[in-house]
């Protein structure tokens, strides 16, 4: 049976495919998946691109995240009247994820020690995925890390393409009890990094 978030999802999916990465909220087994691997003793802002309805949001705020050290990314205006409405406590900014470095910046969010996305950046031209990734890893320390779904086979943003930019991936989760089955990517710097 369906909810009115699922019934919300579907109706924007329809009318920007693009721009809403799924038509369902994420399940519990994802969202469990996705934000286990956050350290919730870590110091600094924990940072959600692609808020949707809540789901993430409420899990990282379940596994112990400060709701007043969670900023949460969310471009649809919709879903972000919704962010607002259910986690008053957390800083939901409707805006673009390409724009992170000016959003961290304008609500004083840094340092960030994690950041969690669940963007259709697959879909995603290079040079935005290069600027979101770029963005949100000169916010965190040495020791950030990026954490991307997909439901796809594969890292979203390719690994040739992320050794080029100075970044690694590697699989953090995978969620087979999940239709489709989604897998969790991390990825970070390149140890070696030159510059």
Same mark, same amino acid.
């Given at each position: 049976?369906?909810?009115?978030?699922?019934?919300?999802?579907?109706?924007?999916?329809?009318?920007?495919?693009?721009?809403?990465?799924?038509?369902?909220?994420?399940?519990?087994?994802?969202?469990?998946?996705?934000?286990?691997?956050?350290?919730? *003793?870590?110091?600094?802002?924990?940072?959600?691109?692609? @808020?949707?309805? $809540?789901?993430?949001?409420?899990? #990282?705020?379940? %596994? !112990?995240?400060?709701?007043?050290?969670?900023?949460?990314?969310?471009?649809?205006?919709?879903?972000?009247?919704?962010?607002? *409405?259910?986690?008053?406590?957390?800083?939901?900014?409707? @805006?673009?994820? $390409?724009?992170?470095?000016?959003? #961290?910046?304008? %609500? !004083?969010?840094?340092?960030?020690?994690?950041?969690?996305?669940?963007?259709?950046?697959?879909?995603?031209?290079?040079?935005?995925?290069?600027?979101?990734?770029?963005?949100?890893?000169?916010?965190?320390?040495?020791?950030?890390?990026?954490?991307?779904?997909?439901?796809?086979?594969?890292?979203?943003?390719?690994?040739?393409?992320?050794?080029?930019?100075?970044?690694?991936?590697?699989?953090?989760?995978?969620?087979?009890?999940?239709?489709?089955?989604?897998?969790?990517?991390?990825?970070?710097?390149?140890?070696?990094?030159?510059?």
């Amino acid at each position: 049976m369906w909810n009115a978030d699922s019934r919300l999802l579907v109706k924007l999916w329809l009318k920007t495919p693009l721009r809403i990465a799924t038509a369902a909220p994420s399940g519990q087994d994802v969202c469990a998946a996705m934000v286990e691997p956050v350290d919730p *003793e870590a110091p600094g802002w924990m940072v959600e691109l692609g @808020g949707g309805t $809540g789901p993430v949001t409420r899990a #990282l705020i379940d %596994h !112990g995240i400060p709701p007043e050290r969670l900023l949460v990314v969310e471009n649809n205006a919709e879903l972000h009247r919704l962010l607002q *409405e259910r986690f008053p406590q957390v800083t939901a900014v409707n @805006g673009d994820a $390409g724009s992170l470095d000016a959003i #961290l910046s304008a %609500h !004083g969010a840094t340092p960030v020690h994690t950041v969690i996305s669940t963007l259709p950046i697959l879909t995603m031209p290079a040079a935005l995925q290069r600027r979101i990734l770029d963005s949100a890893f000169a916010a965190m320390g040495p020791g950030g890390r990026f954490l991307q779904i997909t439901y796809m086979p594969g890292s979203p943003v390719p690994k040739r393409r992320l050794r080029q930019w100075g970044y690694q991936a590697e699989v953090a989760r995978f969620i087979a009890r999940n239709f489709p089955p989604a897998t969790i990517w991390c990825y970070q710097r390149q140890e070696n990094r030159a510059g």
